[in-house]
């Protein structure tokens, strides 16, 4: 099966740096990379995705890119604010089985 | 267009109780997830439904764990003989169609607390 690993598992940065987290994921067979953002005690929302015939996304403050060769992707997030900070998963799979990476903590410092 | 309702959102049992979770999807979705989660880590598949079957169970515990996904009504996640590593978070997702891609829309999930 697919198996996620996801780093770091905390992050903080100063409000208005540039956050990075990074995933691998095993199956060559996944094809959906979805990101998603959970406040404490909430639901995981979805802030991005991107699909395995696609190598780089951007919407606004956010990015994602993939290597498919490398097996692995990124999550970057720009001018970050406060309100930013949060548990971030990232997963791979398809909508049917998606596997979630372990979480990054991301701490923005006001 | 109300999002996917779970209930209860708190439960409190007792081990050797049993569990039952709740989730009605999205109006218009038809497709189901069960994922749990563990304090302090990701969310782990459980099962996926569509209406009346189970369409990947891989997830799920071969014992005590069971779901459906009844023609009306709700998905139901039974929990039976609890034990305290059954703990966790529930989260129900739902889907408007089969896809190999697709957003998740979750619920705001089920906290099972087993004393």
Same mark, same amino acid.
């Not at chain 1, 956050?19 to 005690?41: H, R």
């Not at chain 2, 782990?44 to 009306?72: C, H, T, W």
């Given at each position: 099966?697919?198996?996620?690993?996801?780093?770091?598992?905390?992050?903080?940065?100063?409000?208005?740096?540039?956050?990075?987290?990074?995933?691998?994921?095993?199956?060559?067979?996944?094809?959906?990379?979805?990101?998603?953002?959970?406040?404490?005690?909430?639901?995981?929302?979805?802030?991005?995705?991107?699909?395995?015939?696609?190598?780089?996304?951007?919407?606004?403050?956010?990015?994602?890119?993939?290597?498919?060769?490398?097996?692995?992707?990124?999550?970057?997030?720009?001018?970050?604010?406060?309100?930013?900070?949060?548990?971030?998963?990232?997963?791979?799979?398809?909508?049917?089985?998606?596997?979630?990476?372990?979480?990054?903590?991301?701490?923005?410092?006001? | 267009?109300?999002?996917?309702?779970?209930?209860?959102?708190?439960?409190?049992?007792?081990?050797?109780?049993?569990?039952?979770?709740?989730?009605?999807?999205?109006?218009?979705?038809?497709?189901?997830?069960?994922?749990?989660?563990?304090?302090?880590?990701?969310?782990?598949?459980?099962?996926?439904?569509?209406?009346?079957?189970?369409?990947?169970?891989?997830?799920? $515990?071969? =014992?005590?764990?069971?779901? +459906?996904?009844?023609?009306?009504?709700? *998905?139901? #996640?039974?929990?039976?003989?609890?034990?305290?590593?059954?703990?966790?978070?529930?989260?129900?997702?739902?889907? $408007?169609? =089969?896809?190999?891609?697709? +957003?998740?829309?979750?619920?705001?999930? *089920?906290? #099972?607390?087993?004393?």
């Amino acid at each position: 099966g697919e198996n996620v690993e996801q780093h770091p598992s905390t992050l903080s940065v100063q409000e208005g740096d540039s956050a990075v987290i990074k995933c691998t994921y095993s199956d060559s067979a996944s094809n959906y990379f979805p990101w998603y953002k959970q406040e404490l005690g909430k639901r995981p929302q979805l802030i991005i995705d991107i699909r395995s015939n696609v190598g780089e996304k951007k919407d606004q403050r956010i990015a994602v890119t993939l290597n498919k060769t490398a097996k692995h992707f990124s999550l970057h997030i720009t001018e970050t604010q406060p309100e930013d900070s949060a548990v971030y998963f990232c997963a791979a799979g398809s909508a049917r089985q998606l596997t979630f990476g372990s979480g990054t903590q991301l701490t923005v410092l006001p | 267009n109300a999002g996917v309702m779970q209930n209860p959102r708190h439960l409190v049992r007792r081990r050797g109780q049993e569990a039952r979770l709740r989730c009605s999807p999205m109006k218009g979705h038809s497709h189901v997830y069960w994922y749990r989660q563990l304090p302090e880590e990701g969310l782990k598949f459980m099962v996926y439904l569509q209406k009346e079957n189970i369409i990947d169970e891989s997830g799920m $515990p071969k =014992e005590r764990f069971s779901a +459906e996904f009844p023609k009306e009504g709700p *998905s139901i #996640l039974r929990i039976q003989q609890v034990v305290r590593g059954d703990s966790a978070a529930y989260f129900c997702a739902s889907s $408007p169609q =089969e896809s190999n891609t697709g +957003e998740l829309f979750f619920g705001e999930g *089920s906290r #099972l607390t087993v004393l």
